[in-house]
């Protein structure tokens, strides 16, 4: 889902160029180009919104929207600062490429876990090591399934 979607995404982030047929690129995304043209912290970004709407459609918020429960988090990251929003996402990104492994699918996945955020907890044990930014602590060429 997640990479049929990239190309908007993409698009929207302003991360790369618009394509000269967006038509062709959203109905056969070259997706390893794109995914690959768009820098860590973007990719960070789609996997905390991958969790939240996982974590949003499990536990059947009714009628409230997911973009309320991205608003709050938004709020919280920029009252805590950069370190502990650098924390945060690095541990999000982490926890994402461990989930979403290429191996699985997401019916499989929406019975065995929780897709939690990182806890309070878990983000000042990180910053406390030294977390290092998205950039630095992701030097290979990780891609998210979709």
Request: proline share 3%.
């Amino acid at each position: 889902m997640v990479l049929q979607c990239l190309p908007c995404v993409a698009t929207q982030c302003k991360t790369v160029g618009k394509h000269p047929d967006t038509e062709s690129l959203w109905k056969h995304p070259d997706t390893d180009s794109l995914w690959n043209a768009i820098d860590i912290t973007t990719h960070a970004r789609i996997a905390y919104l991958r969790r939240e709407a996982a974590r949003f459609m499990r536990v059947g918020k009714g009628s409230s929207s997911i973009w309320a429960c991205i608003d709050c988090q938004l709020a919280d990251l920029c009252w805590e600062g950069v370190k502990y929003t650098s924390a945060f996402y690095n541990l999000v990104y982490k926890y994402d490429r461990q989930t979403f492994d290429r191996q699985n699918y997401f019916d499989e996945l929406k019975v065995t876990n929780t897709f939690h955020l990182p806890s309070v907890k878990e983000i000042r044990a990180a910053m406390a090591a030294g977390a290092e930014t998205i950039e630095e602590s992701t030097k290979q060429d990780f891609r998210m399934s979709g």
